[in-house]
């Protein structure tokens, strides 16, 4: 069992940066792929960015590669997303989501077992 928490949103400018945080609880974090991804008013949830549990792997969308960098701490049990040069066009909810020792389809959400509460960010144009 794995309990997500997000952290980090608020309103920025285009242009800004703002970073996000998930806190997980669970003896074994470590062992699981996490993403963030992301749903905007009117429109369906979807993928922003993975890393796979040992770290070494990472995958964004294509609507924010080389904006976002997704890491992790397994000491810490945190995962950040850290997001450069905002767009008002990621305006949405931020969720956090974890799976077990998977990297495939790592972009379908469905795939995720385990969901945080969502976190807002907005960006002003």
């Known amino acids: 069992q794995v309990q997500l928490v997000e952290s980090g949103g608020g309103l920025v400018q285009a242009g800004g940066s703002l970073k996000l945080s998930c806190a997980a609880s669970?003896?074994?974090?470590?062992?699981?792929?996490m993403g963030w991804f992301r749903q905007a008013p009117g429109k369906e949830r979807g993928f922003v960015a993975a890393v796979r549990w040992s770290g070494d792997l990472t995958d964004y969308a294509d609507s924010v590669k080389g904006r976002f960098t997704i890491s992790r701490d397994n000491a810490k049990k945190m995962v950040l997303l850290q997001m450069n040069s905002l767009k008002p066009e990621d305006t949405a909810v931020y969720y956090c989501?974890?799976?077990?020792?998977?990297?495939?389809?790592?972009?379908?959400?469905?795939?995720?077992?385990?969901w945080g509460q969502g976190t807002q960010v907005t960006v002003s144009s």
């Open positions: 989501a974890a799976r077990y020792l998977a990297w495939d389809s790592r972009r379908i959400q469905g795939e995720y077992a385990y």
């Open positions: 669970g003896r074994t974090f470590s062992m699981y792929t």
